[in-house]
């Protein structure tokens, strides 16, 4: 495959809500009708019967004589073949055997028929245009032992036919796909006389039922994913060819005249190529996937999309397509006759569609001042309007201006519906005048005061409908005035740079459970993912233009002021500020002005052609098809031991769209943790593996956050390993590395070796319990030794050294550390520019390391906006302060830094000393954690006592109870021997003294 692929600089989770907010802007003068979770279905106007194979799993297969091939038809009933054998032979008996994989699949049952009509039947139709006489059936029984000879089974016939039909009527598990190895034919009874199938005679795949619509889609690819404002689904429909959808807006009757599509994620072959507009007025009776013609259709207008309207990019939202039309519908079909490639696709997909309708009145906003107005594009007579904000709560009651606060409809008197900050709603009020509505002629507005939130923000949400005085659907479209506020600009003066870093830096670090995504985003949070992590700050850099901009940059003093106004404004919880120390004159010493990555080198391990690696699974579980086995995790060529794969790390991206051959990947089925064995031969000794997450329509799925590692000498004859792993690498949830298909290297954290090696893939919490596990490409490697973060237990104390063997100089331009139990301790944190002295240490203004203001008991952050230190091999004892809590006594630190170039590494964290003989949740101290421990603290909560064996000595907090929650049933340092869970009774409890718990992820 060819590597020509740049990362992009957002993350998925930055992907994912520039999703959910891109289609909340119009066209100008013209608005979506549209409404997520408005009534559409998928319909197609052909028809299908079900049948289709895999282009290397035909019905030749079952005469070839070759039980490693097989026939897989994909209809889940009726399949079968028809077979010309030489000659009018009669067939008195027949043998199966079963296929390598999936025992679900083999046939339940059979039915035999013959005749003498030439075939005329073609491949994949239900194959009745012959006469065909039914001869015998019967029922199966087949063993579940793979490539396995059953029958023979013998037919009552003694009648010879030109042709013969099977037809398979059921499968083990109903309605599953149906597959079997090889069919032989005999002229006598129990498989005696001759045998009367040859490779090479003529045969059909077929599926003996009624024609049915050919509309069908994925569970998670339905037409409501058409309109659902989120780039990263798409509505995909197996009907290829004449495909489409019916939608009734709840907007009411409008007239379209232009409507636009977005490209889905991936294969453009399956993009529309051209386009059918009907409306109709009538009540919609079509059922979901059915033909759609129930209805008497007006077809509007049609065309082909050209190369900007469909463009070949993924995930781009198309120019819009002018439609001629006058007429206002209730209800349109759009119909795609055709898609890019009717012949290699095997589907028709879009993201999204957006129906427009001309605007008579508009929205406007001030970006600078907050100030809307309801604008007039022609002459209207008003009748109510709402305006929303949804993902941002941005609106400000407190300032609106309403029509019926003003008195401003002369005629009528308007009544307020809701004063929200995410509604704003009014309308006239029926039976108080002459319910005309607020006239405005063509180019006059309504001011409505200054509503839109003032803070620098690059989310825009608002959502505007407006009706007229008989209740009609009439505007739509929000435009924004002035300069657009970049993401990360916090200072608003359209650009990010050094004078936005000091209120980054305020919150860097934060967790922000509850909170708006306006909110998070003044937290911090670059990426929407609700907390302020090290990927938001390479996100920030990123905005700022990179490292290479930063060097000698000059923040304005008034960025700190304008942020605290800012904070104060939303109520952001604050975190304790660390106070900064003085610099020290050795920070120069270790210091770099360059934004290149240190030399970090990293090379695969095992022969040559990685291909040649042996894969296996253990016996029971399953890949999610026969085409996506472990041995796709080795099948990329540029991934081999004598090329440099240095300039693909942390570059290419196997999600990359047109990629020639399209690269393969490992899918497991379902999420329950999945092992592969390799055997690579001989011995290999590795330190690092790299790895590529899936790709896929779902950015979220699939994912991997575990990898637990076995080498051994000795084969693992197929048995998964029930010892200590040698290796365990974890991917926190909140890691954005989980979220895209980069090829990246881990560390194994230690040298390992052996010829035979298990790994064991779990998925990360942010798949859910829905979808597989798998991956792009797996290999191990060896590479740099990482860096080591000393903790003790007793003190808290942490060190940073990088004096192991193997170690080279790194590049650090931020760090964090994590724990997901909160273990740590903010206020004792000093940072890389705090007590070691060796980086320097920052004013404030970007010109050293500087720790977060929002880290806390889970995250402790710090970063060098304007340039970068280098960590040099060898060196050890660089105090980082006393960041970890002793109390927690939670072993589960997380360390990543990254470099100017944004690539993210993880440290080692190892552990000494004796940690403190602490219970945590036990706050009455009788050596049990239990209700009356509750207790203790319900009646404590948000006050300063200091409870027994509490982590945070003066802060009783949601923090104690999730401790309490973890612990309840234990005693001393082991578990109860039946340790029951908290009662529903004490839960509820908890609800009532109104906290929410910070988010656990």
């Not at 209809?75 to 077979?83: E, L, Q």
């Not at 619509?213 to 798409?234: C, G, Q, V, W, Y």
């Not at 330190?687 to 000795?714: C, L």
Request: with cysteine; hydrophobic share 40%.
């Amino acid at each position: 495959m060819a590597k020509n692929s740049i990362v992009p600089a957002l993350g998925g989770r930055a992907l994912l809500l520039a999703g959910a907010l891109f289609w909340l802007a119009s066209p100008a003068h013209a608005f979506n009708v549209i409404t997520p979770g408005d009534p559409i279905i998928a319909i197609d106007l052909d028809f299908t019967i079900g049948s289709s194979f895999p282009l290397a799993e035909g019905p030749e297969n079952i005469l070839d004589n070759n039980i490693s091939t097989k026939y897989l038809n994909f209809g889940t009933s009726d399949t079968g073949f028809i077979v010309n054998p030489a000659g009018s032979p009669t067939v008195r008996s027949f043998t199966l055997t079963t296929a390598n994989d999936a025992p679900e699949r083999d046939p339940a049952s059979w039915v035999l028929y013959g005749t003498n009509d030439p075939i005329v039947s073609e491949s994949n139709s239900n194959g009745r245009l012959e006469n065909w006489t039914q001869i015998d059936m019967g029922a199966l029984s087949l063993t579940n032992d793979r490539q396995t000879l059953q029958g023979a089974f013998n037919v009552s016939n003694s009648t010879g036919y030109d042709s013969y039909k099977m037809i398979f009527p059921t499968t083990k598990t109903p309605d599953t796909i149906m597959q079997v190895a090889d069919v032989s034919f005999f002229d006598a009874l129990d498989g005696g006389g001759s045998s009367l199938l040859n490779i090479g005679d003529p045969v059909l795949a077929i599926r003996d039922v009624d024609p049915f619509p050919s509309s069908n889609s994925p569970a998670n690819e339905l037409a409501e994913r058409l309109i659902d404002r989120d780039l990263n689904t798409k509505y995909l429909n197996f009907g290829k060819q004449n495909s489409g959808f019916i939608i009734s807006p709840t907007t009411g009757s409008t007239v379209i005249n232009k409507f636009s599509i977005t490209t889905a994620n991936d294969f453009p072959d399956r993009d529309p190529a051209t386009w059918e507009l009907y409306g109709t007025n009538e009540a919609i009776t079509t059922e979901s996937n059915g033909i759609g013609d129930e209805q008497n259709w007006t077809l509007i207008d049609s065309g082909a999309f050209t190369a900007n309207e469909a463009p070949i990019g993924r995930f781009t939202k198309g120019d819009d397509v002018t439609v001629s039309n006058n007429t206002a519908y209730s209800s349109y079909r759009m119909i795609f006759p055709d898609v890019r490639n009717n012949d290699t696709a095997c589907c028709m997909q879009i993201s999204e569609i957006s129906l427009d309708a001309q605007d008579l009145a508009i929205l406007t906003v001030n970006r600078q001042t907050g100030a809307v107005e309801i604008e007039a594009v022609v002459d209207v007579a008003l009748g109510n309007y709402e305006i929303v904000s949804n993902s941002t709560e941005g609106l400000t009651p407190a300032n609106w201006t309403s029509i019926a606060s003003t008195n401003g409809d002369p005629n009528d008197a308007w009544v307020e519906e809701s004063a929200e900050a995410t509604l704003l709603r009014e309308s006239d009020e029926a039976g108080t005048g002459a319910d005309d509505g607020r006239t405005l002629l063509a180019g006059q507005s309504i001011s409505l005061g200054n509503i839109w939130q003032l803070l620098p923000s690059s989310f825009e949400d608002l959502q505007f409908n407006v009706r007229g005085s008989d209740g009609s659907l009439i505007g739509g479209t929000v435009e924004y005035t002035g300069p657009e506020i970049l993401l990360g600009d916090y200072s608003g003066n359209g650009s990010v740079g050094a004078e936005d870093w000091p209120a980054f830096k305020a919150v860097y670090g934060g967790t922000y459970e509850g909170a708006t995504a306006l909110e998070a985003y003044l937290g911090g949070d670059l990426d929407g993912d609700f907390d302020s992590d090290i990927h938001d700050f390479n996100l920030f850099v990123a905005a700022a233009g990179g490292a290479a901009a930063l060097f000698g940059t000059v923040p304005e003093p008034s960025s700190l002021m304008l942020f605290g106004a800012m904070a104060a404004g939303l109520g952001l919880r604050r975190r304790r500020a660390i106070v900064a120390k003085a610099p020290v004159a050795a920070a120069v010493a270790l210091s770099v002005l360059c934004a290149s990555q240190a030399s970090a080198q990293y090379q695969l391990v095992g022969p040559i052609d990685q291909t040649t690696i042996v894969t296996s699974i253990p016996a029971g579980q399953e890949n999610e098809n026969e085409n996506s086995g472990p041995e796709n995790l080795l099948e990329d060529p540029f991934m081999a031991p004598d090329l440099d794969i240095n300039l693909d790390l942390f570059n290419f991206s196997y999600a990359t769209p047109d990629l020639d051959p399209a690269p393969l990947q490992y899918a497991g089925l379902g999420v329950a943790p999945k092992t592969v064995f390799f055997d690579y031969g001989s011995s290999v000794t590795a330190n690092h593996f790299v790895y590529a997450q899936r790709s896929g329509g779902n950015p979220i799925a699939d994912r991997v956050g575990q990898f637990e590692f076995w080498f051994s000498n000795t084969d693992f004859g197929g048995v998964v390993p029930t010892g200590e792993p040698d290796s365990v690498f974890n991917l926190s949830p909140t890691d954005n590395r989980l979220l895209d298909s980069v090829i990246r290297p881990y560390p194994l954290y230690g040298s390992q070796s052996g010829r035979y090696v298990a790994v064991r893939f779990t998925v990360s919490e942010i798949s859910g319990d829905a979808g597989n596990i798998g991956g792009h490409e797996f290999h191990l490697a060896t590479g740099p030794t990482e860096p080591v973060v000393e903790v003790n237990r007793a003190t808290g104390a942490m060190t940073l050294r990088n004096n192991l063997s193997g170690a080279a100089a790194v590049d650090m331009k931020s760090l964090t550390i994590e724990s997901p139990s909160g273990g740590l301790d903010a206020s004792s944190f000093n940072g890389l520019g705090g007590d070691s002295g060796a980086f320097p240490l920052g004013n404030g203004s970007g010109n050293g390391w500087e720790v977060g203001g929002g880290s806390d008991f889970f995250r402790l952050a710090e970063g060098y906006f304007a340039s970068e230190s280098t960590l040099a091999a060898g060196v050890s004892g660089l105090s980082l302060g006393n960041g970890y809590n002793p109390l927690s006594v939670a072993e589960d630190l997380i360390i990543t830094y990254s470099n100017a170039a944004g690539e993210v590494y993880n440290a080692r964290v190892t552990y000494t000393g004796t940690a403190p003989d602490v219970l945590l949740g036990d706050f009455n101290d009788d050596n049990v954690v239990d209700a009356a421990d509750y207790t203790v603290w319900r009646d404590a909560f948000g006050t300063t006592t200091v409870l027994p064996n509490d982590k945070t000595p003066g802060e009783v907090t949601d923090l104690d109870y999730m401790d309490w929650v973890a612990n309840y049933g234990t005693v001393g340092a082991a578990p109860a021997a039946s340790a029951p869970e908290p009662t529903a009774a004490l839960l509820a409890g908890v609800l009532s003294l109104g906290f929410a718990s910070r988010r656990r992820r």
